[in-house]
């Protein structure tokens, strides 16, 4: 990922590094330091006296404490607070995170953990030799090193300095880190050992009775039940739940049960099966209320059941529509860009917000973004998705999402869409719903995509990181359309990196289900009557932050479909009156309304045909530009006040999309905004809620509402004594004024998590000169210009 870049030898590199400010400063005392532990976690190296870097310039404010490898984390145990006071150079951009520092708390993870999932790289340097290697799996160090780089996936950046540790001591754990960080097997990952020692006691019975996954108020599509309601959720009623591949002795790759037209038998799939790749044959996503469907599919292997079999499905689909309407085939390989494509534009987004230097002009800044190109790709799959979106809503057919194996890009394309046109998948359970049925049970390969064995960068690529990308260019539109917060779409990006979660540590979920077997039996682990180990879902959130933190994740501008409100003096609930999602089209031209409606217009394509392709009109044989019905349709929806529990479009000119800063910019110093940034906002709002939420609660009691009523006036209200909301009214936070911790990178803390060079003085791409990767503050300062 980073390469390294030689050292150029001066005068300064024959002589040993200075320590005149390391003797200046205080000698660590010798505390008893130990690591906090999970179950099955255990320590495998440590080494004590290990600062690690708060400032780039000096070792003024840097921790003192004991670095512990374990099979699951690189933990940093110190009893020292960071400084009050800041260095000189940093204080211009956090200057207020010092005094009142804030940062969530994860229960799985201290504040100076990192997942060894995490860990992107591992770099060691010694200065005085002037050497530094990039450490991999069972390599061996021929030096001592002076210094520890980890590169984050996460964009962090972390710096360790040996310089009063034992030398044998730091060497261990450098290596250790290196090796536990990539492991060979998946059930060398640290995720098995905790639900082994977490949840199974030695007779098979759950410890405390707990059940992994058990409590979760949303479906994991698991089980036939599940999947029949949201056939009738939806109302799709000419389909129906198929368990052929039950055991997963049809397709690996597909789940247990999944949906299909009721016109094809059980037979009739089975002798398809073996012409589609990986035996992936049609899959059914979401039905629209007009009758349309959204489907996906692997493409057909063998080229002479191409015709026949394009037919067959087709005419499934057709009779499961009330209107008999046509069905569209859209080819994701040839309109989207692919994996590869996807992974080299978020190596060159990292580096320009992470890796090279801060203090480069706005125009080079925002160009050196646009040649990464990640912004065209994420505007071209909301583009497609929102193209999709017109077919079913305004053509009213069916369209196919066609994709090699169907495990990649067209996860990203049908959650949009259904995100676009469905207000459940807004709200928080329905999109942690849409994300299980889509991408885990969908067979999304996040093992391999997160590259978290890290043997193929081939395969590796951040499709599930372009999806949230995409979701919050619409929730930076239309905020107030969505349940949850980017803070909540942050921490679900970070959790792919905590391998304890069965959501992202498999490629299927035919994959868990055999190595936790086999896991299991080389353990000698009883699971009962269950057929392998249950790991626990990501989206019980309980299991990482406390119900206060998760209180982060609401959204104050929420209008859903329970959303309270007072008129005339009555706690009144908002309903959305049951409509067809077509009455979008009740406010166009009529000549509009035809020429969408009318079979026989020009739009009409051929299955097999590319759906973008020909919806592009081809200006070179016309004189005059004349307006498609799809950009009409767009335009039309877009003049129109936005109905945020109906169909939302995202506006896709360069302009509209912007940079997602939580994400990509929290760890940098440089661009932390004291008291500033979109969490100011979420701040008055949050507060506003909550005082609104107390005078509703006092309105029920002066009415005489009773206990009953109360609950039922929302199905999401809180209860009378609990908020919603992180920020309350009436609280210490409550002041008129924005809280000092407050900052853009909110509820992150930049502080220590990336250090560097400050952006006075000569720029540091001087120094670096190309190199990939951050060197050590002394091999800095021996460079030349």
């Excluded at 940093?76 to 960071?82: G, M, P, Q, V």
């Excluded at 450098?174 to 050992?193: K, M, N, R, T, V």
């Excluded at 940079?659 to 940098?668: E, T």
Aim: charged residues 20%.
């Amino acid at each position: 990922m980073f390469s390294v870049k030689p050292m150029k030898p001066t005068f300064k590199s024959y002589l040993p590094p200075l320590q005149t400010d390391l003797k200046k400063c205080p000698q660590p005392p010798i505390k008893k330091l130990e690591a906090r532990l999970l179950p099955g976690e255990i320590v495998v190296n440590e080494v004590s006296f290990v600062r690690k870097c708060i400032g780039a310039d000096s070792s003024h404010g840097d921790l003192w404490g004991k670095l512990i490898c374990t099979n699951f984390k690189v933990s940093f145990i110190t009893h020292d607070a960071l400084p009050m006071q800041v260095p000189p150079l940093l204080t211009m951009f956090i200057s207020v995170v010092f005094s009142q520092r804030f940062q969530v708390a994860n229960r799985l993870l201290g504040e100076h953990d990192v997942p060894l999932a995490c860990v992107e790289q591992v770099v060691t340097v010694n200065d005085a030799k002037g050497k530094q290697k990039v450490l991999c799996s069972n390599q061996k160090l021929k030096f001592n090193p002076t210094e520890l780089i980890l590169y984050c996936k996460d964009f962090r950046i972390i710096r360790f300095r040996f310089d009063e540790a034992g030398p044998q001591s730091a060497k261990k754990v450098c290596l250790a880190i290196a090796h536990y960080s990539q492991p060979a097997d998946p059930q060398l990952l640290f995720g098995f050992e905790y639900v082994g020692k977490q949840y199974y006691g030695s007779l098979g019975e759950r410890v405390n009775g707990v059940d992994p996954g058990g409590g979760l108020q949303m479906p994991l599509f698991d089980r036939p039940s599940e999947w029949d309601r949201e056939i009738k959720r939806t109302g799709a009623a000419e389909w129906r739940v198929c368990s052929i591949n039950e055991g997963y002795v049809v397709s690996p790759s597909l789940p247990e049960y999944f949906v299909v037209p009721v016109s094809l038998a059980d037979q009739d799939l089975k002798q398809y099966l073996c012409f589609f790749t990986a035996h992936r044959i049609p899959l059914w996503c979401w039905n629209h209320p007009n009758g349309s469907a959204l489907v996906r599919m692997a493409s057909i292997s063998d080229p002479l059941q191409q015709r026949k079999l394009d037919q067959r499905i087709c005419s499934a689909i057709t009779k499961s529509h009330p209107q008999r309407s046509d069905v569209l085939k859209s080819d994701l390989d040839k309109n989207l860009p692919n994996i590869q494509d996807i992974q080299a534009a978020f190596v060159k987004v990292r580096q320009i917000c992470v890796i090279e230097p801060f203090e480069e002009s706005e125009e080079k800044w925002l160009s050196s973004m646009e040649s990464s190109r990640w912004l065209e790709y994420v505007r071209a799959f909301l583009k497609h998705s929102a193209e999709v979106v017109y077919l079913l809503e305004g053509k009213h057919v069916s369209v196919i999402l066609q994709e090699e194996e169907d495990r990649d890009l067209s996860c990203v394309v049908s959650s949009l869409v259904q995100l676009m046109l469905d207000p459940h998948f807004r709200s928080l359970t329905g999109f942690q719903s849409l994300v299980q049925k889509e991408w885990v049970m969908a067979g999304h390969r996040f093992l391999d995509r997160c590259n978290h064995l890290k043997k193929n960068d081939k395969e590796e690529s951040p499709l599930f990181q372009l999806f949230l990308d995409c979701v919050w260019q619409i929730i930076n539109q239309y905020p107030a359309a969505f349940e949850f917060t980017e803070m909540y779409l942050t921490v679900l990006s970070d959790s792919m990196w905590i391998p304890v979660f069965s959501t992202f540590l498999f490629n299927c979920p035919q994959q868990r289900t055999e190595n936790s077997m086999d896991f299991a039996k080389s353990k000698c682990i009883p699971v009962g009557g269950e057929k392998a180990l249950r790991f626990p879902p990501v989206w019980d959130w309980s299991q990482q932050f406390t119900p206060k933190d998760q209180a982060l994740f609401n959204n104050p501008m929420y209008v859903g479909k329970g959303a309270t409100c007072v008129q005339n003096g009555a706690v009144k609930s908002f309903r959305r009156t049951k409509k067809n999602y077509s009455s979008t089209l009740r406010g166009m031209p009529s000549s509009l309304r035809n020429i969408l409606m009318d079979g026989h217009d020009s739009l009409t394509l051929t299955r097999r045909n590319s759906l973008v392709s020909r919806l592009k009109p081809d200006f070179s044989q016309i004189r005059e530009v004349v307006e498609s019905p799809t950009e009409r349709f767009f335009r039309d929806w877009v003049s129109r006040p936005a109905d945020l529990q109906g169909m939302l479009i995202p506006q896709l000119l360069p302009s509209h999309l912007a940079l997602w800063r939580l994400y990509f910019l929290r760890w940098v110093p440089e661009a932390s905004i004291p008291k500033g940034g979109p969490v100011t906002a979420y701040h008055k709002l949050s507060q506003l809620a909550d005082e609104v939420e107390k005078l509703q609660s006092q309105l029920r009691q002066y009415k005489g509402a009773t206990p009953a009523s109360t609950k039922t006036s929302t199905p999401s209200a809180p209860p009378s004594d609990h908020s919603r909301m992180y920020f309350k009214a009436g609280s210490t936070h409550a002041s008129s004024s924005t809280p000092e911790y407050l900052s853009s990178s909110f509820p992150f803390s930049p502080v220590g998590n990336m250090c560097r060079r400050s952006i006075l003085g000569t720029p540091l791409s001087k120094f670096l000169n190309g190199a990939k990767i951050w060197l050590s503050t002394e091999t800095l300062a021996n460079e030349a210009l």
